[in-house]
């Protein structure tokens, strides 16, 4: 998420651990593609299951004005039409809703309606809104240090963080999540995750998310500026795990997926001691991640029940500091903020998103009742790659809406 | 599936890589327990979609005396009670359809009606059906050979055994499936499949089932007795891809979950290369078990259409040779026989049915009008541990349920 292009495509890190050691052609863009609609295949995984009814309804208005919309690339002089964009930015599929109802549908490449497909960070949202809610019923005191939920946690950099540091990412950690530099942490981080294939963790180092976050140590005061380091959200899904008593997937799948009436099943991936990751390894069909946009729009109403209390979606649209910010140096985002593991535009619609690598976007505009859901397999990871062809074509999307509706 | 206990639960063949390698307790029974509903966990798997509409009716119509129902288990000489067998035989799930109604249902431990199950061996019945469609519909010769179908074969064991060969398992293969015995040809097939955690293939070793399958050499001649081997199904699973053009997982979903109106997905375990290993990788759920039980006890007709062709379970419900089968010395199944993966009781009620390992069981009766579905976790894993408190059984409400229906 870094404004540098990353190379951990290059290293593989989103790879299962089966297919690379024998495989060659296994890093090509056509076989991410299609690992990226099926990672149920590159390791173990659990299920959130879609629940027992039918799935809720999300009636189709498709408007047929979409694909010709003009935009201008950020950093372009040309416009681009919208359904040139698709390409330019690997799209695997894409959904608009305006009002609820689908107004543009698009899928490519082996990505189907029903097959869930990696959401890479989109999943820090997930588990930002539940932390949200359980923060808004009182289970979870935002200014209490993590240590109160997770002591295991108390000699690490966490020791004297807020959960609201965490939840905003303000935490100073000894941690460096640049995928270019071969001694980054986030290499020990993905190891102990056995998210390295072929690079499974030497001997005495961690095994499993939660034995790395003890190794991790503070550097600085919290609470100064807004750093993206995924393993916060990890910590956030461990402090979820013990005010609930319930494993993520059952989360998301009790609290989520079947209150919201999802159409498919879902799935994490899961490390070596079968914790779902939190910063990245939810994997769900496409309009169903529609349908969680929508549940946000509406103030967390969805399918005719609360689906997130309305009080946990209007902390969320408070924002955070663009002054903390500012000092992550997103060129491409300018007076954004991070909050409870969003990403807050603090434009005049009120716009606000979750961001994964290689492309995953979900886009909640307020203003315009409009949500985007859109997976891809760009070959690189950062969302620099994507922005320049995805953020204007949002916003040009939300004001057509808004002037015809 | 011989007549002697098996080893292969010490030897943690069934566990899934990751968690063995770091959890000393990961062989309990609990644990394997909880790892039977829950075999995502354990490594790659490959998804069998349900299907985009509603879940085909099953209908409830619950008996109360099926619990006190009595029968003397093979061997013993006082009877049993039928609710006392279940926790006897460490059952999961069963339910019973009468009619196509569930007169009799029972979820213990981690199983959850949702929750798909490894189903072990049962898994070879679905493969055999689909073959034996394929057969009525002209597109496999039964008395073609091998490498008619699978040229990689014509070097191996199979280069002169005829498709029915392998589907009645009367090949004579140069391999031995003794879990006890720690050079038997079945512990390379397992690692070839990376089922054995921790126990990778020696450089040089098969690495995939298919691989493995062209190093199998003949021992004599087939076609003259029934020798239970699961590497002829992983050799019916290959043929069935190359007629078809379609991963296993895509035949269970187009051609068996989705029309039958599946209320959950299903999933196959799957080998180094991603294929879906066909001896004994499925997991599906316990009604949708019912629900295929029932599609082959209506002569392949349910949820208003033709799922298997009508004359591939006539084909199948003919039987093989008693005679063949008596050769492999199964004391507690005196004159069966083994047809297209399918175990033939030829018993008054023309029973047949699906066996798994440790206790998966798919039992139909014609003539009661009969369906059980059950999964079990019966700490040995050769079925002569439940058979005894299964198979009177089953027969016990046969009987009962003709003379009470």
């Known amino acids: 998420m870094s404004a540098a292009p990353s190379s951990c495509v290059d290293l593989g890190w989103h790879m299962g651990a089966p297919s690379l050691a024998i495989d060659p ?17 590159t390791g173990p995984t659990v299920n959130v299951w879609r629940g027992p009814g039918p799935a809720s309804t999300l009636p189709y208005a498709l408007r047929d004005d979409i694909d010709a919309l003009a935009f201008v690339p950020l950093g372009a002089a040309a416009p681009m039409r919208w359904d040139a964009s698709l390409a330019a930015n690997h799209t695997d599929g894409i959904v608009v809703l305006h009002r609820g109802r689908i107004v543009y549908e698009h899928f490519d490449g082996p990505l189907q309606p029903h097959r869930p497909h990696v959401c890479m960070s989109v999943t820090k949202s997930l588990v930002g809104t539940l932390a949200a809610a359980e923060m808004v019923a009182g289970r979870i005191d935002p200014d209490a240090p993590v240590p109160v939920y997770v002591p295991e946690l108390g000699a690490s950099a966490w020791a004297e963080a807020t959960v ?34 072929g690079m499974p963790a030497p001997a005495g180092s961690p095994v499993g998310v939660r034995d790395f976050l003890r190794t991790v140590r503070a550097s600085g005061a919290h609470g100064e500026g807004f750093a993206y380091k995924t393993v916060n959200t990890e910590v956030l899904g461990w402090i979820l795990c013990k005010v609930t008593g319930l494993p993520l997937e059952r989360l998301v799948e ?20 079968g914790h779902a990751g939190a910063g990245g390894a939810f994997s769900g069909a496409l ?17 005719g029940r609360q689906v997130v209390p309305e009080a946990a979606v209007a902390d969320i649209r408070l924002g955070a500091s663009p002054a903390h910010f500012a000092r992550a140096g997103y060129a491409l985002l300018p007076g954004w903020s991070y ?19 290689h492309g995953q976007n979900l886009y909640i505009d307020p203003k315009a009742e409009m949500v985007i859901a859109r997976f891809a397999s760009h070959p690189k990871a950062a969302s620099a790659n994507t922005d320049p062809t995805t953020l204007p074509a949002y916003q040009a999307l939300a004001q057509h809406l808004l002037a015809c509706p």
Chains 1, 2 share one sequence.
């Open 25 to 41: 052609d296994a890093l090509s863009p056509a076989r991410m593609r299609a690992r990226f609609s099926g990672m149920r295949a």
């Open 164 to 197: 609201r540091q965490v939840m905003d990412m303000t935490t100073a950690l000894h941690y460096d999540e640049d995928y270019g530099r071969a001694d980054a942490e986030v290499w020990t981080y993905l190891r102990a995750a056995a998210q390295l294939p």
């Open 254 to 273: 009790e609290r989520l997926w079947t209150p919201m009436g999802a159409e498919q099943d879902a799935f994490f991936v899961v490390d070596p001691r």
């Open 287 to 303: 309009r169903d991640m529609a349908r969680f946009g929508e549940t946000m729009r509406c103030d967390g109403f969805f399918n």
């Open 339 to 357: 909050r409870h593991m969003w990403w807050m535009t603090h434009n005049a619609h009120g716009a606000y998103c979750a961001r994964g690598i």
